[in-house]
């Protein structure tokens, strides 16, 4: 095998969560799980946990940045933290929309479910988990402009999002999570 296949190679079974990033990024990581390792490097980057622990403050939340940036969307009937929700599922928040008939008018409900991983997660982790499910309030398919609103919401969205996929690689690389709560 040539040397640069080799590496390619291993970093991305190594990386499976980082598989869409540049090649020359996944080596960056790389070379950070071999040298500090990704659990000190996140917590440098990211020392406190946020605050947010039960459905009622989440929802609360949730409702804080729907209400700043999607105000005509569709309302939220639930918000909460579900510890069904696994990575193994490819499902970190799931956006569910639940419509019936009651009499004449056609009610609709829509739920959110926040995995329970983001329990004890930096704030930025949870802002861009929350961010990308309102997102689906208004636009369903991850396209552009999904992405664009998700940038509209929070600035720092795709670096939030790559080191959410850099913890959860550090997690199933064996390691332990970082945070605790506050």
């Known amino acids: 095998m040539l040397p640069f296949l080799a590496v390619y190679h291993s970093v991305v079974i190594s990386f499976r969560y980082l598989q869409a990033y540049p090649l020359e990024l996944?080596?960056?990581?790389?070379?950070i799980s071999e040298g500090p390792g990704l659990g000190p490097w996140l917590?440098?980057?990211?020392?406190?946990?946020?605050?947010?622990?039960?459905?009622?403050a989440l929802y609360a939340y949730v409702?804080?940045?729907?209400?700043?940036?999607?105000?005509?969307?569709d309302p939220i009937n639930k918000v909460t933290f579900d510890s069904k929700l696994h990575v193994i599922q490819h499902a970190l928040g799931m956006h569910t929309t639940t419509s019936r008939v009651q009499g004449s008018k056609l009610k609709t409900k829509r739920d959110i479910k926040i995995a329970a991983l983001?329990?004890?997660?930096?704030?930025?982790f949870l802002e861009m988990?929350?961010?990308h499910e309102l997102a689906h309030l208004k636009i369903r398919d991850h396209d552009k402009a999904f992405y664009k609103l998700c940038q509209?919401?929070?600035?720092?969205?795709?670096?939030?999002?790559?080191?959410?996929r850099i913890y959860l690689t550090h997690l199933e690389g064996g390691g332990e999570k970082i945070w605790s709560p506050a």
Do not use: C, W
Request: aromatic share 8%.
């Open 26 to 31: 996944q080596q960056q990581v790389q070379k």
């Open 43 to 56: 917590l440098s980057r990211h020392p406190h946990v946020h605050g947010v622990r039960t459905d009622s």
């Open 63 to 73: 409702m804080a940045l729907k209400n700043e940036f999607l105000r005509q969307a």
């Open 118 to 124: 983001f329990k004890e997660t930096p704030v930025a």
């Open 129 to 131: 988990i929350v961010v």
């Open 152 to 164: 509209h919401m929070a600035p720092h969205y795709g670096q939030s999002e790559f080191e959410l």
